[in-house]
């Protein structure tokens, strides 16, 4: 285990549903991200936390909101979605995010847009 | 602008045959290079990382990678396949902000 939960593991919603996922890491970690991962495309970064504070935003839409009240814990809101948004959402932790970190993944949440 | 190519999108071996899975990276300096693996319906797992120490990595389960600076190559290997080898592996370097770029990945099936 990496230490890097995500939950729920599967979520189906329809567009104008209003959803959550949760991350938590218990590695003791600084930094804290969320990936969006497609078929086919390479993994994309999606948002950065450092010490709780937003550091990138990757021109995501606003439709996906993040929100990290504490190091540990990272959660994307989601409403209004589109079913190109379907996805496996990776949460990732590491030490710090300014330099060349390890980051260890959680096992992503697939999310289902109907 | 720091990129990552995996010259293969698939490669199928047989167990106990040897595996690799190249990929190229251009980067205008001293890059971190990192090969995660993802088995189905789980998270990536580091396998093994390079940063500026010895250019032959050794890694988990057997996997070793060697950076080649004049080739900007940093293939991943393994002597010998085993069947919970399976699963798709991801070359990744960093850019100078220290975000990981990620490559397509590559799909490795090893038949009996």
């Known amino acids: 285990e990496t230490g890097v939960t995500q939950t729920p593991r599967h979520l189906v919603m329809g567009m104008t549903n209003k959803k959550s996922l949760k991350c938590e890491q218990h590695l003791g970690h600084n930094a804290m991200y969320w990936y969006k991962q497609s078929a086919k495309k390479p993994l994309e970064l999606m948002f950065v936390y450092n010490f709780k504070e937003q550091t990138e935003n990757n021109s995501v839409p606003s439709r996906f909101s993040p929100e990290c009240p504490n190091s540990s814990h990272l959660f994307l809101h989601l409403h209004t979605l589109q079913p190109e948004d379907s996805a496996l959402y990776l949460c990732?932790?590491?030490?710090?995010?300014?330099?060349?970190?390890?980051?260890?993944f959680g096992p992503g949440t697939r999310l289902l847009v109907l | 602008a720091q990129s990552v190519t995996q010259l293969d999108s698939h490669v199928s071996v047989s167990e106990g045959t040897p595996v690799l899975l190249r990929c190229n990276y251009s980067s205008s300096y001293s890059p971190s290079l990192f090969w995660y693996v993802q088995h189905p319906n789980k998270g990536l797992q580091l396998l093994l990382k390079y940063t500026s120490a010895a250019t032959l990595v050794k890694g988990i389960n057997g996997f070793e990678a060697e950076f080649k600076k004049s080739e900007t190559s940093f293939h991943l290997t393994k002597p010998s396949a085993h069947m919970s080898d399976a699963a798709e592996y991801f070359c990744v370097v960093t850019n100078q902000g220290g975000k990981l770029i990620f490559g397509q990945g590559t799909e490795l099936s090893v038949k009996p």
């Open positions: 990732a932790s590491s030490q710090g995010a300014s330099g060349p970190e390890t980051q260890y």
